[in-house]
């Protein structure tokens, strides 16, 4: 079992910026994808942003060109940066890692961290 440990979050004006990082406990060899979700009370978990194991990257209509996830292989970690956030940006953020597990595949998420964003 792999544990995901996300730090970043907490409360900043609209139009300013966060960086998320989500540190896995172990490194794994098989890794298929990292991404970043986030949920608002009352409403599903949506995908903020994925990136594979071979580095390609898509993201959610809503956060195209002010969000940008990345990751450091050498320390088993994935960033989102967030810029030029909004109110509506306002969820607990996941992580979550995707990796090879026998004939199938695992998923792996975090423990959520908050973003509020004021208006």
């Known amino acids: 079992q792999v544990h995901l440990v996300e730090s970043g979050g907490g409360l900043v004006q609209a139009g300013g910026s966060l960086r998320l990082s989500c540190a896995a406990s172990?490194?794994?060899?098989?890794?298929?994808?990292m991404a970043w979700y986030r949920q608002v009370p009352g409403n599903k978990r949506e995908l903020v942003a994925r990136i594979t194991s071979g580095g390609n990257t898509n993201y959610a209509g809503s956060v195209q060109g002010r969000f940008s996830i990345s990751r450091d292989n050498a320390k088993n970690t994935v960033y989102l940066q967030m810029n030029s956030l909004k109110p509506e940006d306002t969820a607990v953020y996941y992580c979550?890692?995707?990796?090879?597990w026998g004939l199938g595949e695992m998923d792996s998420w975090g423990q959520g961290t908050q973003v509020t964003v004021s208006s």
């Open positions: 172990k490194s794994i060899g098989s890794i298929t994808s």
């Open positions: 979550k890692l995707s990796y090879l």
